[in-house]
């Protein structure tokens, strides 16, 4: 590969690494505080998202204070369907909003503004439906800043994975059925002709407000939601700071 080409693969890299910038205020800035309002309601009841099992600890062997990396991974509920490369189906609760959150954010087309489009439209709420166009417009301008066109899919020979390892859950309103949750995650970009990315996103956070609404997890970005957005510590596995603040690893089973 020549050297414009190369150069031109390293933008595309790191400008598909600043899509979740521009999706999310604050996304990828995690303030070093305890969050004031309570964990996610779990059926209606206060209470904090935490592993199933009849134990907390993954490797009882040893002492110290409780970490993510200690315990039980949260086990992820699978979506009952799928609709536009988006899944659908969660239930109502804690573990359905965790679970939509994570797998939503592990499909979404970030490279692609006609796909991430038919995506949003699944999982926006109707209050919401006028930021699909703000988010599509923001996807457009960094497509144009790597080089590509403004609308289309993704770059041939280009695959970006994104993996979310821990998630954190709090409930914003009395009843369970608003609900924000801060992701960690990872991204890699993979390209046919070139191998991996050589600098891939580490540790990256972003939250996401989620509302019922018609039987499913919607996003929202109604502003008497967003204003009780609460900030997280930061996530590390060996972090008892990080646990006691709610953060939990996640798996999906399917």
């Known amino acids: 590969m020549d050297s414009t080409r190369k150069r031109r693969r390293a933008r595309i890299g ?14 990828g800035v995690v303030v070093a505080s305890i969050a004031l309002d309570g964990p996610v309601a779990t059926q209606d009841k206060a209470g904090p998202v ?10 009882p062997t040893g002492s110290g204070p409780m970490t993510p990396g200690r315990a039980r991974p949260l086990r992820l509920i699978p979506p009952t369907g799928q609709k536009n490369g988006a899944s659908t189906g969660f239930p109502r609760g804690a573990m359905g909003a965790l679970s939509a959150a994570v797998y939503r954010h592990e499909e979404y087309a ?24 703000t988010e599509i417009s923001r996807v457009r301008a960094l497509r144009s800043a790597a ?14 994975t994104t993996s979310v390892v821990a998630a954190r859950g709090r409930s914003l309103v009395a009843d369970g059925s608003v609900v924000q949750i801060w992701l960690s995650y990872e991204r ?9 990315d050589n600098d891939p996103l580490l540790d990256e956070s972003e939250d996401v407000i989620l509302k019922w609404e018609d039987g499913d997890w919607k996003r929202t970005t109604e502003e008497r ?15 008892p ?6 953060w939990v690893q996640v798996v999906r089973v399917d």
């Open 14 to 27: 790191l400008v598909l690494g600043g899509l979740v910038l521009a999706g999310t205020v604050g996304a």
């Open 241 to 246: 700071y990080a646990w006691a603040d709610g």
């Open 225 to 239: 939601y967003t204003k009780l957005r609460t900030f997280p510590v930061a996530y590390a596995p060996d972090s």
């Open 188 to 196: 890699h970009a993979v390209f046919a002709d070139q191998g991996p």
């Open 110 to 133: 970030w490279y692609d503004d006609v796909q991430a489009r038919r995506q949003l439209e699944v999982t926006t709420s109707r209050d919401s439906l006028g930021w699909i166009d």
């Open 50 to 59: 935490r592993p199933a099992g009849p134990g907390p600890a993954a490797r």
């Open 147 to 160: 080089g590509l066109p403004p609308s289309g899919d993704a770059p041939a020979g280009l695959t970006v």
